[in-house]
């Protein structure tokens, strides 16, 4: 009996301290000088560019604040490791979009937009892994096909997301180890996009991107809710004309062909809190409508 009820307290610990930490992920307010009314909090694609226009917040700001919450989240206190590298260029980027932004205006779409990607798509120089340990040291030398689409639509590369180790499974790899769902410690966060759902859900950035070939994005949007919902999804998949990643040597590392799949059987899609954001994700990268 005694031991019964030690593991019931253990339970209701555990419970309360999980409770605790979700409270703290999702409702915490970040340190905010100069950003007093901003909300980073669920924030869309329109409260940024909002936020832009009334000067209660710059790129560089906003940029700062999801590194902020990503060294409080991911790397301390709960720990999710849902991140595997950091741009070390964000906030540079962030600056030139500030200066152009006083000049002329938004260059785009996506202007001063956070995205963390799947490590699994190619970003000038930042690491893509896979997530496996014998991929920690290929740097690309030019982006990929969506990439460059997100780039030129104004959008902030900020991070590198885990996945299941070269895209097979839930998100775990040798590089990394394993990654939290942040609403349940207990639950897994899905892959092989868990990473970019599980970042995308604990606030980390504005948008993810993810990688659609059995399922990888819907499921790890599905098993990482969005307050009562799942993390939304819509129809904005972008199907390429080339492999994600733009090296061949690297493809021929990789070790077989399920693990290769072709470029047809590949959907490129968005991740993000409110559906607000898909319409400008729509119009930036996947049909490149004129900023009105």
Known sequence: MKEKDELAQRRTSSSSLLGYTLFMIVTTALPSSGQATFHLEEATVTDIHAAYKSGRLTSHELVRLYLDRIYEFDKKGPALNSIITINPRALEEADRLDAVFKKSGFVGPLHGVPVILKDMIDAQGMPTTEGSIVLKNFVPDKDAFIVDRLKKAGAIILA??????????????????????????????????????????????????????????????????????????????????????????????????????SSSSRSIGPCFRRDDSDSWFVRGVVVKLPLT
């Open 160 to 261: 590198k997301a885990t996945l299941s180790e070269f895209a097979t499974g839930d998100t775990y790899g040798s590089l990394f180890g394993a990654t939290k769902n942040p609403y349940d410690f207990m639950r897994t966060p899905g892959g092989s996009s868990g990473g970019t759902g599980a970042s995308i859900a604990a606030n980390f950035a504005s948008v993810g991107i993810g990688e659609e070939g059995l399922g990888r994005l819907y499921r790890a949007a599905n098993a990482v809710p969005s307050s009562s919902r799942g993390l939304s999804l819509r129809s904005s998949f972008l199907r390429t004309q080339e492999p994600i990643t733009t090296d061949s040597q690297r493809l021929k590392q990789q070790r077989n062909e399920h693990l290769l799949r």
